[in-house]
């Protein structure tokens, strides 16, 4: 998939627009990178790009980790131009809880993941979901509420996302 | 029926709620409506996503049996199961099935209007299950013992103060939560502690695909994640309407759907899950297994609700109510909602304009009845429709249908000849009354002034208010003795050479009441060199119709279009003044007549300052009219507004030189017959007085006011001190 820079510099002032931190690296410097965004303590999903996690990050960690953690590192599966969404694959290592529960999320996206619209992402979801049944979330932005008079963010959900960008 | 004890009940309890949640509801709606309008107006492609979204719709409901069976399969296949319930006892008898199976002492729920629609938390608590709504919304709602007052935010009546009372009383913390924040943190830590350890999670579905057996939910808090992945049970419940056929369709309802509802672009979580999930189990004790090592040995249950809808279905005029997506915009855009909220504006569940459509095909005429006359027709609502539903018709076809049930005892005789109406025998007198104001006019014309002066007379109005629900505070039109057809007929049309002939069609209210604004139209009209012709035609219709005599109202349009086609066959352009009665034209006579005269009446309809601005486009002299540098004030009327008629109107004036200001309220709160019933009196001064402040405010307060419907020009007469007039009055030589 061609992922023009229009769509990603599309995609990195929708996620400013949403108030979504997003640093973009590389494999050599992911582990650094990581290193200054995430808060202590955090657990990681194994992620599927060729790069190493950073020591401060406990990898495939258990439920009583996951309770504990501050942040949550997955893997995307793709990104979102034009609403700075990310998807977040259901895999059997806990992608959906590690992106849930812990207070920061940072989503791993490839740039060369990111895809123009929601049409083109739902197209790409509809053939894993009618292959291999898998589900995914379209998350877009922190978890929010205005339920209680004014809007807030980290409701159930995480309160802040950071994305990070992956050049591989 | 308009008895006054009934009557006193009724507008008490409007009273109540404006009273008590009325702002709450006010500025939260106002809030989204405002957000909506220009979340869609930045999506480029938003006419075009409602098309196929109403496509989708119409195909999935038309091939329903087929595609709950597709669905089906994909589920069994998945591994996981589909239960079709015929109704709620049904639907709750397997759900609590399910839950005893798998021993539960806890479910936890996300949002789901249609467990709401089945009472499910109250049967599941007659198990002794402790059932807890984790949307923080739904969750106020639920300690309160309150219900949903809006179809997408629950607690949308009630205040930040309000909610913090309730927390206190509750639950009498150390130190009780006050701000936003607090109140929010208090709420996810209370509600996580409860999901951690629960046994079941329910959810509701937006969407629901055939092809793959994948839900869409569509959430914001992050509730519905958690209450689908941390037990290791989900039940899903969903009406069968919720069924599209292919993961393809799902794009098109997303991109509206937040937009259409909140006006955000998106909401933070769309989940697309293909039950059972791979996801891990969790036990939040494990502090051994990696969450790779778990098992992801998940139970799935869709639950899909038939409860009515199979014969919604089947129901040419119901039908379209399944292709609902509950964002929640016909509430938004509604001023009476705006007002009152879904406790008064709502039935059993459902709420707001399309809460009728809802209310009658899942619980009966009775439900729908009783709330079904707070939706005046205005419209505001149709254009947002992400599935372009005809709600206003909705309305009226419940409407009618209530009229038709059951008779009550009353006193119809009192009225009778009067109303030479299509209606059965039932219909309350009111509704009659007012859906018969055409003859009432002729009769008043005919007899004035003397019409006038008894009328107003304290015992005929202390009748009228006790047989017919005519508030007493309403000033009565007062009619013309001379009609501006008869006015018409006894003069000679003087334009030498016209460039054009215009019928003016003369609605009931110019020609009977307020004739003067015909008048001028004939001067405007004449003075730009157009030849008038102003013969009697047959009101459109509208009155009946607001009052649900759909029988009634289809008359007229027959007769409406057989007086004016031969004009029309003439080359003769049909200038209407009353918006509601064009509106006529170009919306409900598409379902009376055959498609080609509709089509033909409306290529040649004009609203008269359209018509007006289309003259001058074509050269006409603007000199010929009456310019001036004076500052007015200008509200469009709903239904022109919804026709995208009231630009043409601040155009004309602004280029005649005028100074133009205009409200964006969406409607006066008038609605024809709606601010003269003595049910809604309150209401609709209420919702006026939106208008009034914005006509009061330092730049207005000074402006000539002028206004294009009938009803607003006596709304406002009533709201200001300063006497509005018809914006052809204003322009039109004297
Ligand atoms: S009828 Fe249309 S506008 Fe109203 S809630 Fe349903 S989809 Fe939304």
Redesign the interface.
Known sequence: MATTTTTLSTFEDALDSLGVDCTRTTVEAFATTLDGIVRDPAVG??LPFNIEYPESVAV????????RAATGVTPASLGVAN?G?VLLP?????????S?YPELHVPVVRASDVVPG??EA??H??EV??DR????????????????????L?????ETVHVVMLDE | MSNSTDTDDKAAEIRRLMATEGSAIEENTKGFNEKRKQAVTGLENYEELRTRAREIKEDAIDRLPELIEDLRASIE??GGHLYLADDAADANRYVREVVAEENADRVVKSKSMTTEELDVNDALEADGIDVVE????EW?VQLADETPSHLI?P?IHR???S?ADLFAETFDPEDPPE???E??GF??ER??EL?RDADVGMTGANFV?A????MALVT????A??CA??PDTHIAVAGVEKVVP???D??PF??LLARSG?GQ???????????P????T???????????E?D?DREFHLVLVDNGRMAMREDDQLRETLYCIRCGQCSNSCANFQHVGGHGFGGETYSGGIGTGWEAGVEGLDTAAEFNDLCTGCSRCVNGCPTKIDIPWINTVVRDRVNRGEAPEGTDFLVEGLTPDEEPGGLDIDKRLFGNFETLAKLGSATAPVSNWLADTAPARWALERVAGVDTRRDLPEFERETLVDWFDRRASTVPDPTREVVLYPDVYTNHVQVERGKAAVRALEALGVSVRVPSVPSSGRAPLSQGMIATAEDHAHDVYGRLAEHIDAGRDVVVIEPSDLAMFDREYERFLPEASVERLQAHSYEIMEYVYGLLENGADAAALRGGDEAVAYHAHCQQRTLGLDAHTVTVLEDLGYDVVTSDVECCGMAGSFGYKSDYYDLSMDVGDDLAEQFTATDTRDREVVASGTSCLEQLDALLSRRPTHPIQLVAPR
């Open positions: 999903v194994p495939d960690p258990t439920a009583a980790d996951l309770e609403y969404s259901s895999t059997a290592d806990g992608t959906e809880p590690v849930l929601l049409p739902i197209d979801f509809g979901a009618g049944a898998e589900s995914t979330i379209v998350a877009t932005g922190p978890s929010a509420t205005a339920d209680m008079g004014a809007l807030v980290g409701a159930h959900g995480p | 296949e998945n984790t949307d923080l919304g106020v935010a607690a205040s930040r103060e909610i701000t936003a924040d109140l929010t709420a996810r509600l996580g999901i695909t092809d793959t057996g994948t914001s808090e992050g509730n994640r958690k992945v941390t292919s993961t393809d799902l794009s997303l991109e909140t672009d998106l909401t933070a979580y769309v989940s697309l899950l293909t039950p999930v791979d996801s891990p969790l036990d939040f004790d494990d502090d051994e297994t990696p969450l790779s778990r992801s």
